[in-house]
């Protein structure tokens, strides 16, 4: 269970991060109060979950993971709340946009510090 845990803590990452978006796109430019506020409580409170995960997981796959979450679940959002349909060059983005994330995750671990002395000459 507690190697899991920091995805447990990204997967809640990526939904403030989605939530912050939305109340973002209901600020109308930051205009109206309660969804402003809104959007900025749910943003520092998922800076918050993504430094706890980064104490565990490499950054570079924490940030993909967490960007490419963001960017599809805001798109699901977009399209079920504010009716914008993506096109199809934009659900084949999509679609590459969550093929990497798996690909970075399942296959991108970062070498270790013996594989980096003997592949790249590092110490």
């Known amino acids: 269970m ?8 990204l997967i809640l990452a990526v939904g403030l991060g989605i939530a912050s978006n939305a109340f973002a796109n209901n600020a109308n430019g930051f205009t109206k ?13 998922c800076m918050g979950c993504l430094s706890q995960v980064m104490k565990t997981l490499p950054v570079g796959i924490t940030y993909a993971s967490f960007a490419g979450l963001c960017i599809v679940g805001t798109s699901i959002v977009g399209i079920f709340k504010f ?32 594989e980096k002395t003997v592949h790249l000459g590092q110490k």
């Open 33 to 45: 109060p309660l969804p402003s506020i809104l959007s900025a409580v749910t943003v520092v409170l």
């Open 2 to 9: 507690k190697i899991l845990m920091p995805y447990f803590i």
């Open 83 to 114: 009716n914008q349909i993506p096109n199809m060059a934009g659900n084949v983005g999509l679609l590459l946009i969550v093929s990497g994330v798996l690909t970075a995750n399942l296959w991108g671990a970062p070498l270790s510090s013996v």
